[in-house]
């Protein structure tokens, strides 16, 4: 009896899976697969729910998809796939391959991503159990976890569900993260090879900027080898769109293609956004703009502008000779301005740095025995209330938008 008492408390974690199944049953197969054929209590536990909720599936338990709430779990569904791409994403540095898409029953669509095995594509019809229903971009979306099991089913169950061609093609502008399996044709503005350690491996990445009519955006190309150049005009399918230090980033995995362009005119507009001036108010709307001009004039000089000391191990701004990673460390000297820049429409916080401080600030810096909190003032009195003109990008973070100048102008009071 002893074996009982042990495998007790698994039978009742078992039992709140399978509802409909009595423990005495439950403690029988258990035990049979444990003691007698030696299987490991995890795996013994994992089959019974699984042989248990596959004949359930068939009798019970199925979802609509019209029916489904974020929220929901332990959902079993049936439909067809009505569009599947995989792609590899990096999760705390690992590789992880998945497969999105979307599945339809007779009563409503809704996306899915898949963590578990997945074979199935469009066209197929599929059973699946143990899923649970997230919110996404705002939506109800499928959930296939690890655990998850998906069964490709013979036949088209669903006739009446037709599977036509997406366009997910998008222009720049439109871009959010989240955003996966999209296709694009942009031009490349800039590209260069980065060194990256992957599963502690070291390997190569390719970062760049692309642009088409719209906007320009960052692009991340997850492989050693990428054969196109600054200049190319090129058509990615399956890319996927991630956040990166507050900024949409077009990504490109294993998964995509892409192909070059032959005929630029293709790129809709037939040219690319050269430099593009927002008001801060369209800025503050979208969230996030990458190399950007906006007007506006500096309404404050914040604490902290000025002579600065930074981790020489991290480059974060040192309080108090001491890194708040890294602690207490001989800091490097550097110079920025943290302001505010405003243009009636909206306002911004915004980062300039060492070179551009000095460039805008001129001679009111040359005294090379000046403490901070003169330094400080100097910058104030001599920038606060100016009109400027600033290039850089935009990026959302916890505390409101922050632009970081990369390039920087004084204009003229009442110009325009
Ligand atoms: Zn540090």
Known sequence: MNDEIELAPHVSEIKRTLSNVDESSILKELGMLVLEYGIPLGEAKLSIIRKHKES???????RRIADLRSGDHDVSVKGKITFAAMRLIMIRGEEKKLCSGFMADDSSEVPFTAFCEFDASAGDSISAYGAHVRLWMGEPELVF?????IHKLEGDLFPSVKVKPRDL?????EFC???RSVNLICKIISLSEDAVERRGVSGTIFKGVVADRTAK???TVWSDSFEFCPGDVIQI??????EWHGMPTINVGEYSDVSLVDDPSVLPGGSVV???????GDVERRGSAFDVLVDGDLTSIKKGSGLIKRCPECGRVMRRGTCKLHGSVSGSNDLRVKAVVDDGTGALNLVIGSELTKYICGDVLNDLDLDNDAVEERIRSRLMGMPVRVRGNVSRA?????????DIQTMKKGAE
Request: avoid cysteine; proline fraction near 2%.
């Open 56 to 62: 359930a599936l068939e009798i019970d338990g199925l």
């Open 145 to 149: 976890s690890e655990s998850a099991s």
């Open 217 to 219: 955006l960052p692009m």
């Open 398 to 406: 916890d505390f409101g938008n922050i632009m970081v100048a990369s």
């Open 177 to 179: 993260s989240g955003d």
């Open 237 to 242: 399918d399956n890319a996927y769109v991630h």
């Open 274 to 280: 050269k430099l593009e001036y927002m008001s801060i």
């Open 169 to 173: 093609t998008k222009e720049l502008r």
